[in-house]
Every structure is written in structure tokens, then in C-alpha cells.
């Protein structure tokens, strides 16, 4: 009886480690998602017109890149400032960024692409991964 208290005890004990360390290691919502990365900004496409990175480095001195985590946390760098926000894959397979004003800005993944629909500029930015 005593030896099967002690059993008892130690099989709850593993049993409750297991389900709090499971939880550490957890991915985020991202993991494993094409999206997650590095993005270099390589064209963009404005009044029907679409711009090359060479066309666009006489404006900027460095071309705006995009960098999305696993967590859905992201960064997009652009013209010298970080801008930090949230992405999360809707349920089209497109995705949205959204940061801590009422501004989201929506994008996809096309031909190894990132489509970047920057609707206030009326522009569609084109970011390829680094």
C-alpha cells in the first residue's frame, strides 16, 4: 500500500511538470509560417506605375524592410524609424498589421513575395525576404 502511495505520488508529481514545461517551449501563433522574417522592400507599385529599388533609392537612402517573429510581433523600419506592431494571419491566408492606434495595414504572400497594401499612400509595397 505504501509503495503504491509513493507511485501515486511521483506519476501526479512528472504529470504536472510535464503539463508546466510543456507550456514554456510553446510556438507562437506564427511558428512555421512563411511570412516569419526578414524583408527587404525591392519595388513598389503607386498610380499604376511600379517603382524599382533602384528607381526609389534616389528618395531613400536606405529602402524600408519589414521584420516579422514567430510571437506575431513585428518591426517595419522606414525611413529611419521603427515602427512596432502585431501581425495576425486571417483566416483567407492574408494577414494584417496592426500596432496601438486604429491604423492596420493588410498584406499577402505572393509569387515568394510580401504585398504590402499601404491603402492611406494608395500604394502596394513589394518586399522580398532577406
Given at each position: 500500500?505504501?509503495?503504491?502511495?509513493?507511485?501515486?505520488?511521483?506519476?501526479?508529481?512528472?504529470?504536472?511538470?510535464?503539463?508546466?514545461?510543456?507550456?514554456?517551449?510553446?510556438?507562437?501563433?506564427?511558428?512555421?509560417?512563411?511570412?516569419?522574417?526578414?524583408?527587404?522592400?525591392?519595388?513598389a507599385e503607386y498610380a499604376g506605375l511600379?517603382?524599382?529599388?533602384?528607381?526609389?533609392?534616389?528618395?531613400?537612402?536606405?529602402?524600408?524592410?519589414?521584420?516579422?517573429?514567430?510571437?506575431?510581433?513585428?518591426v517595419l523600419s522606414f525611413d529611419g524609424?521603427?515602427?512596432?506592431?502585431?501581425?495576425?494571419?486571417?483566416?483567407?491566408?492574408?494577414?494584417?498589421?496592426?500596432?496601438?492606434?486604429?491604423?492596420?495595414?493588410?498584406?499577402?504572400?505572393?509569387?515568394?513575395?510580401?504585398?504590402?497594401?499601404?491603402?492611406?499612400?494608395?500604394?502596394?509595397?513589394?518586399f522580398e525576404q532577406q
Open positions: 500500500m505504501r509503495r503504491m502511495k509513493k507511485f501515486s505520488i511521483v506519476a501526479c508529481i512528472a504529470l504536472m511538470m510535464a503539463v508546466f514545461l510543456g507550456g514554456c517551449g510553446s510556438a507562437g501563433p506564427l511558428a512555421g509560417d512563411p511570412a516569419v522574417g526578414s524583408w527587404t522592400m525591392t519595388s511600379t517603382l524599382t529599388a533602384e528607381d526609389l533609392s534616389t528618395a531613400m537612402e536606405e529602402m524600408p524592410t519589414f521584420t516579422i517573429n514567430e510571437d506575431g510581433s513585428a524609424e521603427d515602427g512596432k506592431g502585431d501581425v495576425t494571419k486571417n483566416e483567407d491566408g492574408t494577414y494584417t498589421l496592426s500596432d496601438d492606434t486604429d491604423e492596420t495595414i493588410d498584406f499577402e504572400l505572393k509569387d515568394n513575395t510580401l504585398r504590402l497594401n499601404y491603402t492611406a499612400m494608395s500604394m502596394v509595397m513589394i
